[in-house]
């Protein structure tokens, strides 16, 4: 089956500075598709000029297989932008029957499907409440279930996580790896690697509008890893910092606090580092080779600064006037 | 096209459900019954004037008024001799509205001409009556002091001439007094405005609604923007069509059911019957529609346009300043288009679509317009409409995803050059 999406090439600027740069990605078949980046990087361009809602200023988007456009697919597709809105005087199920509308669902079978995912989430006493009358929680269920209510074969999700409390991240991780089982395609951007980690089984980073690296999670993990240790502490830490900062043994490491995650140093031997902590005193809950976290690649390839999740608060939304569609 | 379908319905139907639409759907009635109430009540009783007349004289002229105005249904009078302080103490009556006003004559009226009226409140139907009604018996007193036999005279002036008034336009003649169609203009111009400017707003706030609350950008993943502003347009345009014909079918009713109100406030039916009612042809209310739709659409696709470039409600009432005024000129103009309908002044108005939404409508009712200057008005604002639409759609089109400040001009002109 052909790739849901191909992304080729396509660059986007923008008055005052270049969004996407020359970025190439596809999208297999019935994945999910992590899109990673600092705040600021090209993310949301991206999603937007696969949707069709703006045009690339060079190279071309493929979607299933054709260059028509986000917009001929709407039907197949589920969009959820990162800034989220929905009416707020109109009624839940209002909302709903109409956003399927849009997307060119029949009215009656839209009410039903609406009814359906409103019992599903637990809103179903509340669908005739106006938009504005719901928590902040709900009002994002509402948002999601107009995202897959025309039950698309490929989501798009921007930045599905941000704004959600522990347990409705837990939904939506659920329903998405649902999604998968069900043999549908989601491509979801995120700046935090835990999720992306935890739910990808491909993935992109890109950065300043460039793409870093895509591939497979175990593929990503293999070219970048080296040898990686996770150390966590039980109480004293001994001479920890001072074993960490021997570059024979240690490359590179970052601290968290009571766990740090090591790179060995080329030729150097986990158990060195293991008996000096022990002999220094320390007491350990955890000291466990693995591969590194996706957080410490993004971390080496973005830099440290970009890393940070407020590195550039709301470059997003903040370009100002002089954009071209 | 059932996704603009979709977007058509949900803003007809979410704006019919507000309370405003109610209100001023029925608001315009209540005041339609009010007017037609008023009017039945101003010949009841409310409309009768109390007035004395005072005699400075002896021959008796002040009794031959108070005879003459005693069928009079506006006007009751009562004759006072003139003496000392009747003047100040009639005065004080007048001013703490006992008497509406005093009439003073003396013995020289048949020779001079002359008398004198002082009231609190001058209107014209009372002071038109009292003239008419001196003049009769001036000239019965003249007639008489030359020794015609005053049954003569009485035969000769009982006899009321009446003017049968028609408007001949377009080869046809319709019966309609000038003052009529000045009326009937003006009424459809101050509609044509309002409606132009409350509807068009309309459009703008919703698509600022849309903008703020971040809805459009799911809207546009699935629409082009010209259809999105296409069902927005549409659906604003058939809520006003829709509050017109509310307007319109309860003023019907109302008119005709005038009998049995005046009937029910004990007033003479006969009143209500005659009550003066602009007559108005079937080809003037297509005008009439045709130019508000006309318009409609042209204003709406601007306003759209400007509440796409704004990001709050103070930046759109800024950036709404030059389409009002642009809507103001014609508005202004009512009166001059009404005095004068031909003029080059008001041919010019009429031939540019900015401003013929309401010149034509209202040239045509005054009846200076021919068919041939009628099509070409039409036509000018159909190209004006498709012209203005698609700068609009463009503006629109970039404007509706942008954050931030407002554009600038020169950035505006890019947006329509790039988009």
Known sequence: MAEPVIVDRVTKRFADHTAVDGLSLSVPSGIIYGLLGPNGAGKTTTLRMIMDIYEPDEGSVRLFNDVAGGRTHSARIGYLPEERGLYPKMRVLDVLVFLAETKGVARKSARAKATEWLERLGLAERRLSKVADLSKGMQQKVQFIATVLHDPELVILDEPFSGLDPVNSQVLRDTVIDYRRQGKTVLFSTHIMEHAEKLCDRLCIIARGKKLIDGTLAEVKNTHGGKHVIVAFDGSQGNAQQIFADRRLVAKFQDFGQQAELELAPGADAQEILKALVESGARLSRFELASPSLHKIFVDLVGPEAATAAAVPGAESARGGGARV | ?419
């Not at chain 2, 009841?44 to 004037?49: A, E």
């Not at chain 2, 048949?110 to 008419?132: C, F, H, I, M, W």
């Open chain 2, 1 to 419: 096209m059932y996704k603009v379908w979709a977007i058509i319905r949900r803003e007809f139907v979410e704006r019919v459900r507000t309370k405003w639409f109610w209100v001023s759907a029925i608001l315009g009635p209540v005041l339609f019954a009010g007017i037609i109430v008023f009017q039945i009540m101003q010949s009841v009783g409310g409309g009768v004037r109390k007035i004395a007349i005072v005699d400075a004289g002896k021959l008796g002229y002040g009794t031959r008024i108070v005879e003459a105005l005693g069928a009079s249904r506006t006007i009751r009078a009562d004759g006072v001799q003139l003496g000392p302080a009747v003047l100040d103490s009639l005065t004080s009556l007048v001013e703490a509205k006992q008497l509406n006003g005093f009439l003073i004559v003396d013995d020289s009226l048949p020779a001079d001409g002359k008398a004198e009226y002082r009231a609190s409140n001058l209107s014209l139907q009372t002071t038109e009556e009292l003239q008419r009604t001196l003049n009769r018996v001036v000239e019965k007193a003249r007639l008489e002091g030359k020794g015609v036999n005053p049954a003569v005279v009485d035969w000769a002036q009982a006899l009321r001439v009446t003017l049968d008034q028609k408007k001949c336009q377009r080869g046809a003649c319709t019966k309609e007094s000038a003052g009529e169609s000045f009326i009937l203009a003006y009424v459809m111009a101050i509609l044509l405005f309002m409606a132009i400017l409350l509807y068009g707003v309309n459009v703008m706030s919703s698509v600022l609604e849309e903008k703020k609350d971040r809805i459009v950008e799911v809207l546009v993943s699935s629409l082009r923007p010209f259809q999105l502003m296409l069902g927005k347009v549409i659906g604003a345009g058939a809520v006003s069509f829709f509050q017109f014909v509310i307007w319109g079918v309860s003023a019907r009713l109302l008119i005709s059911l005038r009998v049995p109100i005046a009937r029910a406030l004990g007033a003479d039916t006969a009143s209500a019957q005659t009550m003066a009612l602009p007559h108005v042809p079937f080809a003037t209310l297509t005008v009439f529609m045709a130019f508000f739709l006309g318009g409609f659409l042209l204003y709406s696709a601007m306003f759209a346009a400007v509440g796409a470039m704004s990001s709050n409600e103070q930046e759109a009432r800024q950036a709404q300043q030059p389409v009002t005024y642009l809507l103001m000129i014609a508005y202004l103009s009512i009166i001059g288009l009404t005095n004068d309908p031909s003029s080059t002044f008001a041919r010019t108005l009429s031939m540019v679509p900015f401003t013929s939404p309401i010149a034509t409508p209202v040239r045509w009712t005054a009846g200076s317009m021919g068919t041939g200057e009628l099509v070409a008005s039409l036509a000018m604002l159909v190209v004006g409409i498709l012209g203005v639409t698609w700068i609009a759609a463009r503006i629109y089109r970039v404007g509706i995803l942008m954050t931030g400040k407002r554009p600038t001009m020169k950035e505006l002109v890019r947006w329509v050059r790039t988009a």
